[in-house]
């Protein structure tokens, strides 16, 4: 089974790389919608501007090829700003519309807290979740970003965390999952985040 690690030129993806192949799962970095296509799972990480990360994915034909994935019904894990990217639009840096498979928008953090949030937080768990199996709720995990994403069904809604505002820090629904904070970086309890979701991907 191939486990694609999406390369659009804007992920640690070193570092996520390590942390899947850590919980044995044997990601190939690709930038190629081919494989993409023909892959059983994919993987997107990504730090920097929306607008950015869309151009790039359209740019290289990443988008296309992610949405049919996706469509499919295939099993796709977006870190950070590969879980801002399932939303409709975005309004960092001007609007910008995103894959569009989830209802919703990303939206800034509020100004009465320091921005980008940047550390460990909680996250609570809002409803049975294959990706938190084995987490306890109010565990922590390590965080950096300033805009978050707003989805307009709760049923997506995984967990929340507290910063100024109960925000959404992780969606699960279907084939879809995705996480505000970084598991490469959220040691143990990120590994496991990780863990769960190879049991997605091998049943």
Sequence with gaps: MITA??????????????????????????SDPQLVSKAHAIVLPGVGAFKDAVHN????GLFSAIIEHINKGKPYLGICLGLQLLFE??????????FGILEGDVVLLPTTVKIPHIGWNQVWKKKESSLFEGIKDGD????????????KRTE?????TDYGIDFVSAVEYQNIFGVQFHPEKSQKLGLKVLENFKKVVYG
């Design 5 to 30: 690690l999406i390369d659009y030129g804007m992920g640690n993806l070193r570092s996520v790389s390590k942390a899947l192949e850590k919980v044995g799962l044997k990601p190939i970095i690709t």
């Design 57 to 60: 994915l359209k740019k290289s």
């Design 89 to 98: 639009r975005s309004c960092e840096f001007g609007e910008e519309k995103g």
């Design 140 to 151: 922590y995990f390590y965080f950096v970003h300033s805009y978050h994403v707003v989805p």
């Design 156 to 160: 997506v809604i995984a967990t929340i």
